[in-house]
């Protein structure tokens, strides 16, 4: 039960830090007022990608592969029955997959950004 909590933990902790931080855009020589509205589009369309979605997914397939592989792993191994080795396993690979699913949603807001500031002329730098 330990290891199920410190997992979980884990995970979420992961899924925090991947927060959606605006990439760097050279502004040298833009007109300001332009930008700023450019700028303001992007973000919009940036955050109509859901990181909680993509986490959500990511926590339902790592959930079911982690059930499938810890009843697999408890039913083979002594001194775990197949039940509490699926029970750990769709703890353990849910909450890896919540962060991992974070992790991606947030890429993605950043990808739809850069794309969008690249669209319009902009020199996106990271």
């Known amino acids: 039960m330990k290891r199920i909590v410190a997992v979980v933990m884990t995970a979420s902790m992961l899924a925090a830090c991947s927060s959606y931080s605006q990439p760097m855009v050279d502004t040298k020589g833009v007109d300001q007022s332009r930008y700023s509205q450019d700028n303001y589009e992007c973000e919009q369309y940036a955050n109509q990608v859901s990181p909680v979605g993509d986490a959500a997914v990511g926590a339902v397939g790592g959930a079911a592969a982690g059930a499938a592989l810890g009843a697999i792993t408890g039913a083979l191994v002594g ?7 699926a029970a750990f396993g769709a703890a353990s690979g849910g909450a890896l997959g919540l962060g991992g699913g974070a992790v991606t949603g947030v890429q993605n807001q950043r990808d739809v950004y850069r794309r969008c500031m690249a669209g319009r002329g902009y020199n996106v730098l990271n």
């Not at 001194?79 to 080795?85: F, H, K, L, Q």
């Open 79 to 85: 001194g775990v029955s197949a039940g509490e080795g």
